[in-house]
């Protein structure tokens, strides 16, 4: 479909291989992985060869899955002694469940789909009876409403959806985000406009739930996130008045930080984070997003960033391990 984007990440995991080799013989073998993407995995260290198309079993640790040989490095190549496999259990059991409420959204389509590409299970949902019904009755990880609501009150619906299910987040999708009902928005886990990229939509899910399909081995994200507590200030905007919250940062990257803040800030407000880093003295102002919340922790979406802003939170980060990396 276009949509996925894979972005490998260089791990070196070991890992048991089995399966049969290119001529037909089953073997076992011990091996490790290059790198690591949220759906395959390149191997090295196979003494047998392996034919294309053939399903070998893949484990690390007490977790297992079984794998598509998609490529087999080339002799005197870059990618010699190299496998390159996809995950082929593509199941409920690692694929999580979406509910996109879609109302009046001209885009629906086109989301779903981007959605579907991205290795969500969508299910959708047209009235508030069927939303509520779908909560109740389904395994559902996230749910994502757009706004306007025609059929009946959006608040209404967000907060019988957190009576039902006071843990499953909610993505809410919006052009107007100003006529979005207060009372919703303070059940809103993360906020999307309708002007930004589609793209937008699942980096918002990833950092709410996660990617769509995971491996048996965890995943890092997109964008690797590391632990680095510094001081936050948070600047916020209401009404033509500036209110500063403080807080402390819990993990951060070249895309955006995390952090328990006190005070409350609503999904898709702009604010202005201001912190410094341990290895860099000047005061970083940058404006952010608010995309996700949960109680007081937040998630801010840098925007538009410069590089003199950007250049000293990699450097820091490029000599820390990454949260989400697995351990041997």
Known sequence: M?????????????????????????????AHTVDISSMGARLEG???????????????GAAAARFRVLWVGEPGSARAGQVGVRCVEVGKYIKKSLLYVNGSDSQTTARCS????????????????????????????????????????????VGRIKRNRPDLPIVLISGQPRRVPETAMQFVNAFVHKGEAQSKLVLALEGLIGPGTQLKWPMTRCHQRHAVVVPLSIKV?????????????????????????????????????????????????????VRHRDGRQYGFQFVEPSHQ????????????????????
């Open 2 to 30: 276009g949509h996925r984007r894979e972005e490998r990440i260089p791990l070196r995991l070991p890992a048991t291989v089995w399966g049969t080799d290119g001529g037909g013989r089953p073997f076992v073998e011990r």
């Open 46 to 60: 196979l003494t047998r060869s392996v034919a294309l198309g053939t399903v070998l079993g893949v484990q690390h």
């Open 114 to 157: 981007l959605l579907d590409a991205s290795g969500y299970n969508v299910l959708t949902a047209a009235s508030t009876e069927e939303a509520l019904e779908q909560v109740s009755n389904s395994a559902l990880d996230a749910v994502v409403l757009t706004h306007p609501w025609e059929e009946g009150d959006l608040d209404l619906l």
């Open 237 to 289: 905007v209401r009404s033509g008045l500036p209110t500063v919250l403080t807080g402390l940062s819990t993990d951060l990257s070249d895309s955006g930080v995390g952090g328990k803040v006190e005070g409350a800030l609503v999904p898709g407000e702009i604010v202005t984070v201001q912190f410094t880093l341990p290895t860099a003295p000047e005061l970083l102002q940058i404006h952010a997003t």
């Open 309 to 328: 802003q950007i250049q000293p939170i990699r450097a820091l980060c490029d000599v820390l391990p990454p949260l989400d990396a697995p351990h041997e």
